[in-house]
C-alpha cells in the first residue's frame, strides 16, 4: 500500500537547515572559541552537530570545556584540580568574555546548565564544562546544574557517535525521521 503523503510534504519535514544558517551558526561557534581563547575547547552539540536541526531551530548548543581544570566530583584523585574552582566561577568567566566581545549585539544571561547568548538571528547556550580525563577530546566531560546544585558526567560526543551509528545502520533513515518529529 502506497502512502498518502505528498513527496514535496515528506521532503519539507526532512530537510535540513540552508547552507546560510550553518555557515551562521560555525561563524557564532568559531567566535565564541575565538572569545574564550586557549583556556577553552569549544565544539557543537545538540542538534546541528548531530545532523537533526530543522530550518526553524534557531538554538545552538555548544559546549566550553576549561582547560586544565578537572572535576573534583568525577575526575580520578591525581587530576582533581587544586584548589577546587568553583562552578560560579567558571561560568562567571566565560560570561564576562562573552559581554566584553564587539563583534556581536547580544545579550549574555545565565541559564541553569549554560550561558543563554541571544543574537539578532540566533540564541546559543553555551554549556560550561571541566575535564574528567586527562585529554579533552574524549568523553565524559563534568557539567554542572545550579537547579539541582549537582555536577555530573555528560557524554556528548559519545551520543554523537550514536546517532551517526544508528543513521548508518538505517540507511540513513533515522535522523530524517527525527527531523520529521522536530517539524510536528
Known amino acids: 500500500m502506497t502512502h498518502k503523503i505528498p513527496s514535496s510534504h515528506i521532503e519539507k519535514l526532512t530537510s535540513v537547515p540552508p547552507a546560510t544558517k550553518i555557515t551562521q551558526v560555525s561563524n557564532l561557534q568559531n567566535h565564541i572559541q575565538e572569545i574564550l581563547g586557549d583556556t577553552h575547547h569549544t565544539f557543537l552539540q545538540g542538534s546541528y552537530k548531530n545532523d537533526t536541526s530543522i530550518s526553524e531551530i534557531n538554538d545552538v548548543d555548544i559546549v566550553a570545556i576549561r582547560l586544565r581544570t578537572f572535576s573534583g566530583t568525577h575526575s580520578p584523585a591525581h587530576l582533581r584540580t587544586t584548589p577546587n574552582i568553583l562552578w560560579d566561577t567558571i ?94
Open 91 to 184: 561560568f562567571s568567566e566565560i560570561e564576562q568574555k562573552l559581554k566584553d566581545q564587539k563583534k556581536y549585539i547580544w545579550t549574555v544571561t545565565r541559564g541553569d546548565k549554560c550561558i543563554k547568548v541571544e543574537t539578532n538571528t540566533l540564541s546559543a547556550d553555551v554549556v560550561p564544562a571541566v575535564q574528567v580525563l586527562e585529554n579533552h577530546l574524549v568523553d565524559p566531560i563534568a557539567i554542572f546544574s545550579f537547579k539541582k546544585g549537582l555536577e555530573k558526567v555528560n557524554y556528548p560526543r559519545v551520543h554523537w557517535d550514536n546517532g551517526k551509528n544508528k543513521n548508518q545502520a538505517t540507511g540513513g533513515h533515522y535522523k530524517p525521521i527525527v527531523r520529521i518529529f522536530k517539524n510536528w
